[in-house]
């Protein structure tokens, strides 16, 4: 590509961020210079890297991922420990959650082989400057010159700070930012801080120590990490909570028998249960002793000077973000200067105010993630350093039961990653189960304050249920009945005693009393209406069950059905359901199914739902109405009250005696496994309440319009107008149908809307009203539930979001390049090897 000759960058400090920032100026046809102030670019400084899918895919597209990975063994399992080398968390497997859902392993390696591998990708070498410190900076309306400590100059039209947290060209930047914005530069100055301190290491081989596992340890004021890599070694981190906070530039430096002292002092950490750092001190081959800085900063850019890396973002690595977001950074900055340079001013060079535009879009765009990286970081240092209560209570006792919840922390980090936009997308990018996606992740999150004001309808109708249905009539009426156990329509006696517990046969037997005219056939219209109800209900409860075994839903009200069922089962489930709906659709946005993973279900537990929901809750309803007798029927309806507890329990039964739960396994290989099982089980009940609703509402009926409304359509007045329990049963069960099957429709409605924003679905409103109008006036609201839930279902199974970056677009957005779509040669597995694929 042809250089733009009047354009050129200069780029203090030869680094991650640096010298990613110069190959991708190079691709770009962009001059440039880096001015390195040590003499050497790849030194060895015994640092290690880690390497994570957001870094790996900019890497990937200048082509340095593979070169990468052949000097290395990626990681393939993460353990956490407390301090005596036990495991604390249950999913030691997210390295290859994170290679399912991006395409990229956790590539763990020394620093100075991944600077090596950049400097061999420039091909001009002689735009790369060593022993050019920077001493001064002169800023100009027609350009940056720079004076380097050998007394040599460079002048260029923009000057980028990537020389690490000591920056000079920050400095040279706050003194030009300092006029304009003196209070974000005070700041900025007092931003740096230390709290923490560090040993870090290379040791030959330990015995013990396995190759590609990670081993973080959590203990008082300290923690460790260390990870096995090839070649018989292992790279570790000592991290210690210092005696006080440091702040600026008065910062500790540490002489060789303080690292020995600060060593010694940590011989008895437990790396693995049967490993100390003992061990690997004495193998040791290299370590420093440094202060942990951490800071965000406010002025990123100003006139023509820009920072990247750690000039701007300095955080703690026990994430391994650092470098990550370096990359990022410097990723982002490149595609504003390629835009700069591509859209020159009148004198063949970018104007002052499209730098400055240009630096402030950089600035805008970068800050709010990069800020939120540092801070995350900041909190699993404290809380791997166990510094209070809540942080230890948190690691021995809610860590073994958070699942994948902090691999999808760390996915929240990945999916809106910069790309370079002037280069090929890699197609191994594209291929896995979470597509990159700039609309989403890291402070981009759909504000859940906002999803609650929208759903404040679903309050409303809990509130006008809850008034409209209130029992208050019905109390005395129960109360007389159980009083002289007889019910006034007949002269068999109401059963008060079915469990033996006085506690729960007291507790169920004001709901025996309002369905005994409902069982007693005395009202043939009633009881029909009734079983229609229920009927429909039973596919509302297997859609509740199968949310609950759904990975998008943990740690939410979701995962509990059961109270949201049998609190219906006492006040209504019309009064439950909205409350239900609320905190699904305010908790569980579209944005959770950015990993295809996280749709799906368990596997074991969701095709049993349809036999649990059929033994414990359909038998029972069915014995309940159609029993020859008056006394089997009651005692039937008192099995079925229950019925929330009995399904659950029954799914969860039958879950556990199938073969070994695969969920672990699906998530990684098989995210469709569960569908079938969900068409089976939601499409059986469906056909069950049409064929319910076909016979009742219409053949019953006699295929009579007004009638079939009377039986669902609630009255015009509320039940506590009723002047006796067999009408007030009639009119709570039409108003506890209408509220349910109301707020469902209301519930599945928020859901397309969401479907539909995320671009996932282009039929306009009015053909999907029609469609689930006549659905429910053919089918019923039952079946009309179960087909909305089921296309739903489809829709977050095999749609993605508009704004996700798919193999489809990958390929227009190459070809628009004029790169052909091309096979990846080689890809990283995610059991850590590496093999051809065609």
């Known amino acids: 590509m042809t250089e733009n000759p009047r354009f050129r960058v200069l780029i203090a400090g030869g680094g991650v961020a640096g010298l990613l920032l110069a190959n991708a100026l190079e691709r770009g046809g962009i001059d440039y210079i880096l001015l390195e102030r040590r003499d050497t670019l790849a030194a060895h400084s015994g640092a290690a890297i880690c390497i994570l899918p957001n870094g790996c895919r900019i890497l990937d597209q200048l082509g340095f991922y593979d070169a990468f990975l052949e000097t290395t063994v990626p990681m393939n399992w993460i353990y956490d420990r407390d301090n005596k080398g036990v ?22 390696n020394d620093r100075r082989a991944l600077l090596q591998i950049m400097v061999n990708g420039i091909e001009d070498k002689s735009k790369l400057l060593m022993n050019k410190a920077l001493v001064d900076v002169t800023h100009s309306a027609a350009g940056v010159t720079v004076q380097c400590h050998d007394g040599t100059a460079y002048s260029g039209d ?83 909570k210092m005696d006080k906070t440091y702040r600026g530039t008065d910062m500790p430096h540490y002489s060789r028998n303080e690292v020995e002292e600060f060593a010694r002092a940590h011989f008895d950490m437990k790396i693995r249960p049967d490993v100390t750092f003992e061990a690997m001190w004495k193998n040791t081959l290299a370590a420093n002793l440094v202060v942990l800085e951490e800071a965000t900063f406010e002025v990123w850019a100003h006139g023509r000077i820009a920072c990247i890396g750690d000039s701007i973002h300095k955080m ?147 509130y006008l249920a809850k008034t409209l249905m209130d029992p208050a009539p019905f109390i ?90 049998l609190a219906g089962q006492f006040v209504g489930v019309g009064v439950v359901s909205p409350l239900y709906y609320f905190l699904h659709y305010v908790l569980v946005p579209i944005e959770n199914f950015k990993a295809s993973d996280m749709r799906l279900t368990s596997t074991s537990y969701t095709r049993s739902v349809l036999p649990a929901t059929a033994a414990a809750y359909y038998i029972p309803l069915y014995a309940s109405f159609f029993w020859p007798s008056f006394a089997g029927r009651v005692s039937w309806n008192f099995l079925w009250q229950l019925f929330p507890i009995w399904t659950v329990l029954l799914a969860s039964l039958m879950a556990s005696c199938q073969s070994p739960n695969t969920e672990r396994e699906d998530r990684l290989r098989n995210v469709r496994k569960d569908l079938p099982f969900i068409r089976t089980t939601v499409g059986a009940l469906a056909a069950h309440s049409g064929v319910v609703w076909l016979y009742y509402a219409w053949y019953k009926a006699g295929f009579d319009a007004r009638a079939v409304s009377e039986l669902v359509l609630p009255p015009m007045h509320s039940p506590q107008r009723a002047k006796d329990l067999l009408t007030f049963a009639g009119e709570f069960l039409r108003f506890d149908s209408a509220f349910l099957f109301g707020n469902t429709f209301l519930w599945l409605g928020y859901l397309f809307w969401d479907i539909k924003h995320a671009g996932m679905l282009k039929m306009g409103w009015g053909w999907i009203v029609v469609y689930a109008a006549a659905a429910v006036v053919v089918l019923g609201p039952g079946a009309t539930t179960g087909m909305g839930f089921l296309w739903r279902e489809e829709l977050i199974a095999t749609r993605r979001h508009w704004a996700a970056v798919t193999e489809e677009k990958a390929r227009e957005w190459n070809l628009r390049l004029g790169h052909e779509w091309a096979e990846d040669k080689t890809s990283g597995l995610a059991d850590g090897t590496v093999k051809s694929q065609k």
């Open 476 to 565: 005395p009426w129960a109360t007389e009945i159980l009083h002289h156990k007889t019910v006034p329509w007949s002269d068999a006696p109401v059963m008060t005693r079915f469990y033996h517990l006085e506690w729960l046969d007291e507790l169920l037997g004001p709901l025996m009393v309002f369905f005994s005219p409902v069982l007693s056939g005395i009202d043939p219209k009633l009881s029909a209406q009734a079983f229609l109800f229920l009927a429909d209900y039973g596919i509302v409860l297997a859609i509740w069950l199968i949310e609950s075994a759904r990975r998008a839903n943990v740690f939410t009200p979701a995962r509990l059905p059961v109270i949201f069922a």
């Open 316 to 462: 703690t690595p026990n994430i391994g973000f650092g470098g990550n977001t370096a990359i990022e950074s410097a990723a982002a900055l490149a595609n504003v200067i390629k835009e700069m340079a591509d859209k020159p001013s009148d004198r063949g060079c970018p104007s002052e105010f499209q730098i400055k535009e240009g630096f402030a879009a950089y600035q805008s765009k970068r800050k709010p993630r990069a800020d939120s990286i540092v801070k995350r970081s900041a909190e699993i240092t404290r809380l791997q350093a166990l510094q209070r209560f809540s942080q230890r209570a948190m690691v021995r006792y809610a860590f073994p039961y958070l699942g994948d919840y902090l691999a999808n922390m760390q996915a929240e980090r990945f999916v809106g990653a910069e790309l370079i936009s002037f280069l090929p997308i890699p197609r191994r990018s594209v291929s896995a189960t979470m597509p990159f996606n700039p609309t989403q992740g890291d402070c981009r999150e759909e504000s859940k304050l906002r999803r609650a004001a929208l759903a404040l309808p679903f309050l409303l109708l809990f």
């Open 158 to 240: 923009i000057l980028v700070g990537a020389d690490g947290v000591s920056s000079k060209t920050r400095e040279a930047l706050w003194k030009l930012a300092a006029e304009e914005h003196p209070d974000k530069v005070k700041k900025d100055t007092e931003a740096l801080t230390a709290e923490f301190q560090c040993l870090f290491g290379i040791c030959s081989k330990v015995d013990g120590m396995e190759i590609g596992k990670g081993e973080y340890g959590y203990d008082s004021d300290r923690s460790s990490l260390a990870v096995a890599v090839k070649n018989g070694r292992t790279y570790y981190f000592i991290f210690q």
């Open 87 to 108: 495991p604390i968390g249950p999913t030691p497997d997210s390295p290859q959650l994170g290679f399912a859902r991006t395409g990229y392993m956790f590539v763990f």
